[in-house]
């Protein structure tokens, strides 16, 4: 069955850097599209970066220039890379794949999701 494990969410003050992966198992990783979303206390779950199998990103624009998402499909990981953190960007990150829409969040599955807590 498919799987996908979060990890590298943390505590961290503003302005610093975090990497969140998600190790996926289950389905043809290579052929699939993955993304990140988020959602903060009090809030619906939001689009944060989305990386199709072709390598294409695209970003949500409070995010964009300062996050990276990427892939490795020899090991099945997806990454965001996370600079200049800024306590609205407080959240629990999950990772997705089998994306239906990307506003509304809709997807066939989700990671359990990390914690991710910017301090100003």
């Known amino acids: 069955q498919v799987q996908l494990v979060e990890s590298g969410g943390g505590l961290v003050q503003a302005g610093a850097s975090l990497r969140l992966s998600c190790a996926a198992s289950g389905f043809t990783f290579s052929n699939s599209d993955m993304a990140w979303f988020r959602q903060a206390p009090g809030k619906e779950r939001e689009f944060v970066a989305r990386?199709?199998?072709?390598?294409?990103?695209s970003y949500v624009d409070s995010v964009k220039g300062r996050f990276t998402i990427s892939r490795d499909n020899a090991k099945n990981m997806v990454y965001l890379q996370m600079n200049n953190l800024k306590p609205e960007d407080t959240a629990v990150y999950y990772c997705?794949?089998?994306?239906?829409?990307?506003?509304?969040?809709?997807?066939?599955?989700w990671g359990q999701g990390t914690q991710v807590t910017v301090s100003s």
């Open positions: 997705a794949t089998g994306i239906v829409s990307t506003t509304p969040a809709k997807a066939r599955y």
């Open positions: 990386v199709m199998w072709s390598h294409f990103t």
